[in-house]
């Protein structure tokens, strides 16, 4: 079974950069990692999706390595609406396979 | 176009009871992923449906059950109550592919409470 590490929680100040990593084994070699943020009382949204090397897009950039044990998401100058459970999203690579484990996710706190 | 719906947004049940929760996907939509939030488990994986089909199924006993009707909207069924039922269940949505491929949208969820 794939397993996952996050840290439990992070703390910033506006206009910093934060990165957050996700430790994963055992992942499925064919999938997508994937990162969400949730605000409280709400679903989680989609922030940023990659297979292998450096993704970006208009709010976040997501780096994986060639192993893919890791992916590490990057948010440029974080302002306090940042405030959010970050959570890395994988695919178990075991047998029976296919299933989608979420990370314990990361609490990040933006001060002003 | 509208988000995920889910109904009801809050449910009580008591131990023993049944339970049945409601998931209507973004048009267009197809596959439908079933989560369960707690603040010990996090987020835990129920199972996917895919044309009207169980596509992959996470590791929870046969009292979680759930089906998808021909217009892509899904229902969970979670029988024979159990106090640690008590969650958010969260229903996402995504075009085709599932959830280690495609973006998926996640709906409000419904909080159940079992005493």
């Known amino acids: 079974l794939a397993k996952t590490t996050q840290p439990i929680s992070m703390d910033s100040y506006e206009g910093q950069e934060v990165n957050i990593t996700c430790s994963h084994n055992?992942?499925?070699?064919?999938?997508?990692i994937t990162w969400y943020q949730q605000f409280p009382s709400q679903g989680p949204r989609f922030i940023i999706q990659?297979?292998?090397t450096k993704v970006t897009n208009e709010v976040a950039s997501l780096f994986i390595p060639a192993d893919r044990k890791s992916s590490t998401l990057s948010l440029p100058r974080v302002s306090l609406s940042d405030t959010a459970v970050y959570y890395c999203l994988v695919g178990d690579g075991g047998t029976g396979g296919f299933k989608t484990i979420f990370g314990a996710g990361t609490r990040l706190f933006v001060k002003a | 176009k509208a988000g995920v719906t889910q109904t009801p947004r809050y449910l009580i049940k008591t131990r023993g009871q049944q339970v049945t929760l409601s998931c209507s996907p973004i048009s267009g939509h197809r596959s439908v992923s079933w989560y369960q939030q707690t603040p010990g488990q996090g987020l835990q994986f129920l199972f996917e449906y895919f044309s009207e089909t169980q596509r992959n199924k996470g590791n929870f006993p046969g009292r979680f059950s759930g089906r998808q009707f021909s217009n892509s909207r899904s229902e969970m069924n979670v029988s024979t109550l159990e106090l640690g039922d008590s969650a958010l269940y969260l229903c996402?949505?995504?075009?085709?592919?599932?959830?280690?491929?495609?973006?998926?949208?996640f709906g409000p969820g419904t909080r159940l409470t079992v005493l």
């Open positions: 996402a949505s995504s075009l085709e592919r599932g959830a280690l491929t495609d973006r998926q949208y």
């Open positions: 055992n992942i499925a070699t064919n999938d997508y």
């Open positions: 990659g297979y292998k």
